[in-house]
């Protein structure tokens, strides 16, 4: 079974601090990774894919990517009251079209 | 872009009877996919098509439900008989080929009385 794993939280952090979010996955040969961002009673919305190891960094974003500890994550700088949502990793499932989700993890960002 | 367009969005029935959600990708996609949410179980697929080809259903619950695309422009997933453990929202999600990022339509709140 094809699992991608996220502790749900919540997560809080003051406005202004950084919010790190993690998830590990089970299929070695995944190679696409993404992390989309779901407000409540909203649909999930991408913010950020990775493709390689290391960092992609986009506006106050940056996702980590290692391929050999089987993790990704997503730091969020200067976290804002607007970033409060559920953050869902999602991990290619390889040689399909499909995507494994995790379940996601709940940030709140105080102000 | 109008992006992926679901209907309805909100939907309350009865135990027992047919549900038919509706969805248009995007123009000019060629893969789309119908995921259920639940707080429970979390974003599940249940059925991917290609070209309009079923490619993995095995997220399908069981044989009440049921999925098509006719065309390029329309799929429906149809829920018969309706139970309320079939409750949630249902999102579909549609991609290009050679892109990998999937697009989500705003979603079908369902709700099974």
């Known amino acids: 079974q094809k699992e991608v794993e996220q502790n749900s939280g919540p997560l809080s952090v003051p406005e202004g601090a950084i919010a790190s979010l993690n998830c590990t996955y089970s299929d070695r040969g995944s190679q696409s990774f993404f992390w989309y961002r779901q407000y409540s009673g909203k649909s999930p919305e991408l913010i950020m894919s990775?493709?390689?190891?290391g960092d992609k960094e986009d506006g106050r974003f940056t996702a980590q990517l290692n391929k050999a500890s089987q993790y990704v994550s997503l730091l969020i700088r200067d976290s804002q009251p607007s970033d409060s949502a559920t953050y869902l990793c999602?991990?290619?499932?390889?040689?399909?079209?499909?995507?494994?989700f995790g379940t996601g993890t709940r940030l709140k960002v105080l102000a | 872009d109008a992006g992926v367009i679901q209907s309805p969005r909100h939907e309350v029935t009865e135990m027992g009877q047919e549900v038919t959600l509706r969805c248009k990708p995007i123009?000019?996609?060629?893969?789309l996919f119908w995921y259920r949410q639940t707080m429970m179980r979390g974003l599940e697929l249940l059925i991917y098509?290609?070209?309009?080809?079923?490619?993995?259903d095995s997220g399908m619950p069981e044989d009440r439900f049921s999925a098509k695309m006719p065309n390029a422009s329309f799929s429906t997933l149809k829920i018969q008989p309706s139970e309320p453990r079939d409750s949630a929202v249902y999102f579909c999600?549609?991609?290009?080929?050679?892109?990998?990022?999937?697009?989500f339509g705003p979603g079908t709140r369902l709700l099974v009385l």
């Open positions: 098509f290609n070209n309009n080809v079923p490619i993995d």
């Open positions: 123009s000019g996609h060629n893969s």
């Open positions: 990775i493709y390689s190891n």
């Open positions: 999602a991990v290619n499932d390889p040689g399909t079209y499909k995507y494994i």
């Open positions: 999600a549609s991609t290009s080929r050679g892109q990998e990022t999937q697009y």
